[in-house]
């Protein structure tokens, strides 16, 4: 059997992250079977849809490397089809008329239930479940019926979603069997994501939208390899890994069930690790929109310093700015510890305008003269770079003060000391 899998998004929306780990869970199980993957927009809802955040659905999918092979379908284009099955299921008295709208009939006794590839079997009592609506008194077809339909028509085989529509499943399974459909569809519903209280991750209590975690700097191949593991795991202790290898072991028997905690520190855990591993010039393409300040001139070697120090592309440009800038803007609770209340500030200033000043502007000889000015004042060289580093970057945290000298040169590296002793 070939596996066709579907993604089905209303918009309504933005691109919750949970409906993007949706996505990628039948994308990577459509890529690791060989099989096909459909998307679908849900739109018979005319009164919520908002058509202009189908672009924005279909580009955040696009972002995040998740690729469909057919579609994008628009269910709305399906309203014929919709019509006939309704009027069809009147005409076989598997539905009938009530105040305006179309409902099923659900039998009265039995039960109705599925074996679940990530839950195993379930099983709701029929009589607990009411006569539902399948077309509206304005005539449009309810989610359950277009849903059904559009699967079937498509000749979908597994339906991966979210563990939010188990409750529409008996209804979904008894409208199959009064169509004459149920065939042998496969169902794997996907553990709920939730915050650090446990509680369903939703907008009241934080960001949900793919596009706000791109707009704070979190780079695609990290975000869908933080997604695949919501709810899986690769089998071993490695979970950081290129999306090609998620794809080569990726089985939906190894999805669970438990809910799945969407840890915002592990996600940019899991971005710095990514961004790391990029060659100096990916890093620089990759910051360019984030960063007013085009590393190009910088040297690969200061650019991978960079690199270790930033967890999201938008910790470059703080980084970064005081190299750009005419003077540094200085931190005033740095100047206070480490230059106006600092040990020996005031000579170690003076002796490193004296020793820069015929240094070969090399960062190991300019780390050999600072470490020797500390030496002469009783300093170890961390306490004694300080009041250097706030001069020069205007703050005491930063890439490596030798190397950003070098890369600062040396007139420039003078004035600031200079400016800064005068200040002082």
Request: aromatic share 8%; glycine share 8%.
């Amino acid at each position: 059997m070939t596996v066709r899998v579907r993604f089905a998004p209303s918009p309504t929306g933005y691109l919750h992250v949970g409906s993007a780990r949706t996505a990628l869970f039948n994308w990577l199980y459509a890529r690791a079977t060989g099989g096909t993957m459909l998307l679908r927009i849900e739109d018979t809802d005319a009164s919520r849809n908002q058509p202009d955040l189908v672009t924005n659905i279909l580009d955040a999918l696009t972002w995040l490397g998740i690729t469909w092979d057919e579609g994008p379908q628009f269910q709305s284009a399906h309203a014929d089809r919709h019509r006939g099955v309704v009027e069809g299921l009147l005409a076989s008295g598997h539905a009938y008329h009530d105040d305006g709208a179309v409902r099923l009939r659900v039998p009265e006794d039995g039960v109705t239930g599925w074996d679940d590839v990530v839950r195993g079997r379930i099983e709701f009592e029929n009589a607990h479940v009411e006569d539902f609506v399948i077309r509206r008194s304005d005539g449009s077809p309810t989610f359950l019926l277009a849903n059904a339909v559009d699967d079937v028509d498509a000749g979908i085989t597994h339906v991966i979603r979210g563990e939010d529509m188990i409750n529409n499943m008996p209804k979904q399974l008894l409208l199959l069997e009064a169509l004459g459909a149920r065939g042998d569809v496969v169902y794997a519903h996907l553990p709920l994501l939730v915050d650090e209280q446990r509680r369903k991750l939703s907008k009241r209590f934080g960001d949900v939208a793919v596009e706000r975690y791109r707009e704070r700097g979190i780079v695609a191949p990290a975000m869908a390899n933080y997604l695949a593991l919501l709810g899986w795991s690769p089998g071993d202790d490695v979970e950081i890994r290129p999306m090609a290898e998620i794809v080569e072991r990726f089985r939906l028997e190894d999805v669970h069930a438990s809910s799945a905690f969407f840890d915002v520190r592990k996600l940019t855990h899991v971005n710095a690790t990514h961004l790391r591993a990029l060659g100096p010039d990916a890093f620089r393409s990759a910051v360019a929109p984030f960063c007013s300040h085009p590393l190009d001139g910088l040297p690969d070697d200061y650019v991978r310093a960079l690199q270790e120090r930033t967890q999201t592309l938008c910790d470059v440009e703080p980084l970064v700015a005081w190299l750009f800038a005419e003077e540094p803007v200085v931190d005033p609770d740095a100047w206070a510890r480490a230059v106006a209340g600092g040990p020996h500030a005031e000579a170690l200033l003076a002796g490193a305008i004296a020793a820069y000043a015929d240094a070969p502007w090399e960062s190991a000889e300019l780390h050999r003269r600072l470490a020797e000015l500390g030496e002469a004042v009783g300093l170890k060289l961390g306490k004694a770079q300080a009041p250097i580093r706030v001069a020069v970057t205007g703050t005491t945290v930063g890439p490596p003060l030798f190397e950003s000298l070098e890369v600062l040169g040396r007139e420039r590296t003078l004035a600031r000391l200079r400016a800064a002793r005068a200040r002082l």
